[in-house]
């Protein structure tokens, strides 16, 4: 069964740092790119960052570049969201997805497979 699971999500202070998992099951990484989203609260999902399974190249929204960096371990098939600097305007759920196409983009249409989300709010 095809899955994937976010989690390390949570409450933390302005300017602090949050890593977010994503944990594949049913797939392995080597052949699939993983997108992060995240959806505020009264606003579209938008695509923050993501990788691709052939050879790890990445993308990232202007929000966050320089901020956020995103990897992966095929040895633990997950993905990785570590988040620095963070800023109210980071609160969100934050979403991963799965794609099967060598793509470098966060557009939807390219992406299925979705989790469940994971809340991060940062606030003082």
């Known amino acids: 069964q095809v899955q994937v699971v976010e989690s390390g999500g949570g409450l933390v202070q302005p300017g602090g740092s949050l890593r977010l998992s994503c944990a594949a099951s049913g797939f392995t990484l080597d052949y699939y790119g993983i997108g992060w989203f995240r959806q505020a609260p009264g606003k579209e999902r938008e695509g923050v960052s993501c990788?691709?399974?052939?050879?790890?190249?990445?993308y990232y929204a202007d929000s966050v570049k320089g901020r956020f960096t995103i990897s992966r371990d095929n040895a633990k098939n997950t993905v990785y969201l570590q988040m620095n600097s963070l800023k109210p305007e980071d609160t969100a759920v934050y979403y991963c997805?799965?794609?099967?196409?060598?793509?470098?983009?966060?557009?939807?249409?390219?992406?299925?497979?979705w989790g469940q989300g994971t809340q991060v709010t940062v606030s003082s």
């Open positions: 990788i691709t399974g052939t050879d790890g190249s990445t």
């Open positions: 997805a799965r794609t099967p196409y060598t793509v470098v983009t966060t557009a939807e249409e390219f992406y299925e497979y």
